[in-house]
């Protein structure tokens, strides 16, 4: 099993920068794919970013493109999102994911099967 833990959320200006962390332990020996997923107050949780095991693949919500950047460093277990640019519409609960294999889709929820407890990044106008 794997467990997820987010941090670097935060309060910032529209138009700052936050980098996250999601740090897994427990089982992290197979080459996996990880997302990162937000949800807003009274929305549903929605498809942020993902990334290949590898990092040479990077997948990218519409709304996010070009502003927020996805990377890995699988020699500590670790995936970050860089967030620049940032907007109020920004402003979400932040969970990394682990999917349920390592051919699971990774645009939408049900492809995950390991979340993270998220971390708060509130963006003021």
């Known amino acids: 099993q794997v467990q997820l833990v987010e941090s670097g959320g935060g309060l910032v200006q529209a138009g700052g920068s936050l980098r996250l962390s999601c740090g897994a332990t427990g089982r992290t020996d197979s080459r996996y794919a990880m997302g990162w997923f937000r949800q807003a107050p009274e929305k549903e949780r929605e498809f942020v970013a993902a990334?290949?095991?590898?990092?040479?693949?990077?997948y990218y919500a519409d709304s996010v493109k070009g502003r927020f950047t996805i990377s890995r460093d699988n020699s500590k277990n670790t995936v970050y999102l860089q967030m620049n640019s940032l907007k109020p519409e920004d402003t979400a609960v932040y969970y990394c994911?682990?999917?349920?294999?390592?051919?699971?889709?990774?645009?939408?929820?049900?492809?995950?099967?390991?979340w993270g407890q998220g971390t708060q990044v509130t963006v003021s106008s």
């Open positions: 994911a682990a999917p349920r294999s390592a051919r699971a889709a990774l645009v939408v929820r049900e492809g995950y099967d390991y």
């Open positions: 990334i290949s095991w590898s990092g040479s693949n990077a």
